[in-house]
Nanobody, 122 residues
Framework: VQLQASGGGLVQAGGSLRLSCATS????????LGWFRQAPGKEREFVAA????????YYPDSVKGRFTISRDNAKGTVDLQMNSLKIEDTAIYYC????????????????WGQGTLVTVSS
């Protein structure tokens, strides 16, 4: 299973950014997918998760209403649309895959992509 995140960059507070994670075929057919982030000096935290079918999504309160996760199983991608970005959203963002979506919510993944850096400036 391979995951490759992209789309990070520098954005002003209040702006938007869209991250994308390309997955290998088996991941898009088998796994729940999620996004996580790790800010400097902090532990990696859960950001969003989406079920295999795409019908169920989960977010922590810190991003709920601002971030939207989506997946396209035909293309093998999972995206994270981030709106109303805050300085505290600055972090390296990772995509991950797990059989069980509840494990993603716990910050766990069987497979990880490399990170993509998101920097939100004032």
């Amino acid at each position: 299973v391979q995951l490759q995140a992209s789309g990070g960059g520098l954005v002003q507070a209040g702006g938007s950014l869209r991250l994308s994670c390309a997955t290998s075929g088996i991941a898009s057919r088998t796994y729940a997918l999620g996004w996580f982030r790790q800010a400097p000096g902090k532990e990696r935290e859960f950001v969003a998760a989406i079920s295999l079918s795409g019908r169920s999504t989960y977010y922590p309160d810190s991003v709920k209403g601002r971030f939207t996760i989506s997946r396209d199983n035909a293309k093998g991608t999972v995206d994270l649309q981030m709106n109303s970005l805050k300085i505290e959203d600055t972090a390296i963002y990772y995509c991950g895959a797990h059989w069980e979506i509840q494990r993603l919510r716990q910050g766990r993944a069987d497979y990880w992509g490399q990170g993509t850096l998101v920097t939100v400036s004032s």
